[in-house]
Nanobody, 124 residues
Framework: VQLQASGGGLVQPGGSLKLSCSVSGGTFSSYPMAWFRQAPGSDREFVSGITPSGGNTYYSDSFLGRSTIARDNAKNMVYLQMRNLKPEDTAIYYC??????????????????WGQGTLVTVSS
């Protein structure tokens, strides 16, 4: 299973970005998917997650209300639309997949597959 994240870049405070993650191999429609981020000197932290059917979504407190996660099982894609970005959102953003259950976890250990990360920089 391979994950490829894209869509990062430089954005001004208050701006928006849409991250994408393509998944190849395996059975994407059975995988809970999540986005994590990691800033320099910090642990990897949960941003958002979505169940295999897309019926349930989860957000960290910092992103609740200013981000939307979605998936397209026909295209093997998961997306994260982020709004009202702040300088403290600057980090590498990773997509991740679980292959051993249907639940979304907020810790990184249950996720067996990871993308390479895409850098989001929020700065004026």
């Amino acid at each position: 299973v391979q994950l490829q994240a894209s869509g990062g870049g430089l954005v001004q405070p208050g701006g928006s970005l849409k991250l994408s993650c393509s998944v190849s191999g395996g059975t994407f429609s059975s995988y809970p998917m999540a986005w994590f981020r990691q800033a320099p000197g910090s642990d990897r932290e949960f941003v958002s997650g979505i169940t295999p059917s897309g019926g349930n979504t989860y957000y960290s407190d910092s992103f609740l209300g200013r981000s939307t996660i979605a998936r397209d099982n026909a295209k093997n894609m998961v997306y994260l639309q982020m709004r009202n970005l702040k300088p403290e959102d600057t980090a590498i953003y990773y997509c991740a997949a679980r292959s051993d259950g249907a639940g979304v976890f907020t810790g990184p250990r249950p996720y067996a597959y990871w993308g390479q990360g895409t850098l989001v920089t929020v700065s004026s």
